[in-house]
């Protein structure tokens, strides 16, 4: 079955420090993979995304990401959270091709501390 | 210019009213998505459609039906509204050669 696991719900961290966002899938295909952030009363807005080649993706706002197949993860990473990041991620699963459905994951919501 | 507008943001209606939503993208894309997203956050996808012809229906009740007018627009009826269909729901658009799903702004959905 297709799905898309993001383990943190909440994730409290302080301005300034690293910060990783977990995300797991299962995906018979080859999947393309997002990351989304959502501010409150917002829209989603892509971070980035992995489609193929290098497994290390830039984003907006200074996100990366690094897709490992063997481990079937997605992880998001910043290395230093500002305040305006607090906002709800997540994490989605499409197919590589000619796709028309996105899973994705229960989101993750990140706080941050001053 | 918004990319992917929905009308209107916020519908407050009574249980068993029907009520409809508006999506429009202007960004030329084929594919266009309702997505409803309940209290706890989790998104769902309702419908897909590409060029007109839809695509993808995620056993949705009956009292949802889409409408795809033209490629730029896909609105929303609903039906004999019922409390659990309280959500935000998003319409999104996409280029299924690129694959990165567009987002409006969501429109807050409350059955009283």
């Known amino acids: 079955a297709q799905s898309v696991t993001q383990p943190d719900i909440h994730i409290t961290v302080s301005e300034g420090a690293s910060l990783e966002l977990r995300c797991n899938y299962s995906?018979?295909?080859?999947?393309?993979l997002f990351w989304y952030v959502q501010s409150p009363g917002q829209g989603l807005q892509l971070l980035l995304k992995?489609?193929?080649?290098?497994?290390l993706v830039q984003g907006i706002k200074g996100f990366e990401a690094e897709f490992k197949r063997s481990q079937s993860s997605f992880n998001l990473r910043k290395p230093s959270v500002h305040w305006s990041d607090a906002a709800e991620y997540f994490c989605?699963?499409?197919?590589?091709?000619?796709?028309?459905?996105?899973?994705f994951g229960t989101g993750t919501r990140l706080k941050v501390l001053a | 210019d918004t990319a992917v507008s929905q009308t209107p943001k916020y519908l407050v209606t009574q249980m068993g009213n029907d009520k409809s939503i508006k999506c429009e993208q202007n960004l030329g894309h084929d594919t266009m998505y309702w997505y409803k997203q309940d209290s706890k956050k989790f998104l769902k996808i309702m419908f897909s459609?590409?060029?007109?012809?839809?695509?993808i229906n995620e056993t949705v009740p009956n009292r949802f039906s889409p409408k795809s007018p033209d490629k730029a627009h896909l609105n929303l009826h609903i039906n004999s509204l019922e409390l659990g269909d309280s959500a935000v729901y998003f319409c999104?658009?996409?280029?299924?050669?690129?694959?990165?799903?567009?987002f409006g702004e969501g429109s807050r959905l409350t059955v009283l």
């Open positions: 992995y489609f193929s080649g290098d497994t």
């Open positions: 989605a699963v499409g197919a590589a091709s000619g796709t028309y459905k996105y899973i």
């Open positions: 995906y018979g295909a080859t999947p393309y």
């Open positions: 459609y590409n060029n007109k012809e839809l695509i």
């Open positions: 999104a658009s996409s280029q299924v050669a690129t694959g990165e799903l567009f």
